[in-house]
Nanobody, 127 residues
């Protein structure tokens, strides 16, 4: 599976961006998908997760109510709509696919659960 993330850029605080993650390869298989981010000098952290069916989502506390993860099965694409952006959201954002279909919140937040990763897209939020 190859993942291609896009949609990052520079935005002012309070603005919005929509990230996309297009999957190719074994795209006939539905994977659980996640978005992670890594700020400069910090560890990669979980942002959002969506189940293979799209019926379940989960977010880190700091983005709840501001970010929305969704997927379009026909396009093999996962999205992350980010609203009310804050300077602390500045990071490289990565999409990832899990073949293990994690079932607990601890699992969906763990990078180990995700076997495939996109190349990352930079989001910069200015104050």
């Amino acid at each position: 599976v190859q993942l291609q993330a896009s949609g990052g850029g520079l935005v002012q605080a309070g603005g919005s961006l929509r990230l996309s993650c297009a999957a190719s390869g074994r795209s006939h298989i539905r994977y659980d998908m996640g978005w992670f981010r890594q700020a400069s000098g910090k560890e990669r952290e979980f942002v959002a997760h969506i189940s293979w069916s799209g019926g379940s989502t989960y977010y880190r506390d700091s983005v709840k109510g501001r970010f929305t993860i969704s997927r379009d099965g026909a396009k093999n694409t996962v999205y992350l709509q980010m609203n009310s952006l804050k300077p602390e959201d500045t990071a490289v954002y990565y999409c990832a696919a899990s073949t293990r279909r994690p079932t607990s919140t601890a699992q969906v937040m763990d990078v180990i659960e995700y076997a495939y990763w996109g190349q990352g897209t930079l989001v910069t939020v200015s104050s």
